[in-house]
């Protein structure tokens, strides 16, 4: 049996993780153009790599030793990031597409700094500085991927689309994971919104579901999909074979809401998904389209 190259098997791995962790996310990944798969993986496992770290999904590690694990880590992948070179097994593949794609190197360095802040940060007083964290552990996410996007305008005019549509996805998961994040000792709720709604953190660790804790996250629902609402238009920004890519993880990833909503905004209990029926329903015409796409530009260059 032939052994992979190290490049090779660093992508490997990354693809792995992603299709191991974010289903959603990968879905959508195969309705982009085969070349542009890899950096997409090799992104989503430097972000996920990050966040097991801090979350310990293990859950045997100390907050030191988690700290001591993040900072080691951070410190040699981004020493690596900027050499253009690693032995790390998920840093090697990211160095190889921020090469390709020539994405900063300081996206990288501003995501460690909010992961950074999960390991010292319980909560927010509010949203601005919710937004601050979200600058590192979501919108920087939406900047990375936005050359691998091609987008057919300057990389600045696509910039704030790329950046909304990454904090909505972020909001998304926080109203889904509020249970889970509380037993992971943060809340992403901002205090001023859980005060104007008569919510305290006390209630929240009771999980009751009540009048003002719906009302809380309806605002917060709200809140969210205005997000995806200015992102909405960077959609045809992109280059026409990853349109469908972006198009499918912002309806899937929209659809979470609606189903916190149908669940009664009972978010301790039940972890709100899409199930396969309807993201085969949504990716399957995507895929036909996003193929018809690539097949009307085929034809175009060898007309030209």
């Not at 090799?42 to 790599?49: E, K, M, N």
């Not at 991927?145 to 305008?153: C, G, I, N």
């Not at 909001?171 to 205090?191: H, K, M, Q």
């Amino acid at each position: 049996m032939a052994v992979a190259d190290p490049l090779t098997a660093s992508y490997a791995t990354c693809r792995r993780l992603n299709a191991q962790h974010g289903r959603t996310y990968y879905l959508a990944t195969l309705l982009l153009p085969r070349p542009k798969r890899p950096a997409v993986h090799a992104l989503y496992a430097f972000a996920r790599y990050a966040d097991d770290i801090v979350d310990d999904l293990g859950g045997t590690a100390t907050l030191q030793q988690r700290a001591a694990h993040l900072q080691g880590w951070a410190t040699v992948v981004t020493a690596d990031l900027h050499r253009g070179n690693s032995a790390d097994p998920v840093a090697r593949a990211v160095v190889d597409t921020i090469g390709r794609w020539a994405i900063p190197v300081a996206l990288f360095e501003d995501f460690l700094d909010s992961m950074r802040l999960d390991l010292t940060v319980a909560g927010y007083p509010t949203y601005a500085d919710l937004e601050r964290y979200m600058w590192g552990s979501a919108a920087v996410i939406g900047l990375q991927m936005l050359p691998v996007l091609e987008p057919r305008v300057p990389i600045e005019q696509a910039a704030p689309y790329a950046v909304a549509l990454g904090q909505a996805f972020q909001l998304t998961n926080f109203l889904r994971d509020v249970g889970e994040d509380l037993a992971r000792g943060r809340i992403y709720l901002p205090a001023e919104d859980l005060e104007a709604h008569g919510v305290t953190v006390e209630g929240l660790h009771s999980g009751v579901v009540d009048g003002p804790f719906r009302r809380l996250m309806a605002f917060e629902i709200e809140r969210t999909r205005a997000l995806y609402r200015r992102a909405a238009p960077g959609i045809d920004l992109l280059h026409p074979t990853s349109r469908d890519c972006v198009r499918t993880a912002f309806t899937l990833y929209g659809d979470i809401l609606g189903r916190i909503e149908r669940a009664g905004y009972d978010v301790f209990r039940r972890r709100a998904r899409v199930g396969r029926g309807r993201r085969v329903a949504v990716a399957g015409p995507a895929l036909m389209r996003a193929l018809r796409a690539r097949r009307r530009l085929r034809m175009t260059a060898e007309a030209g």
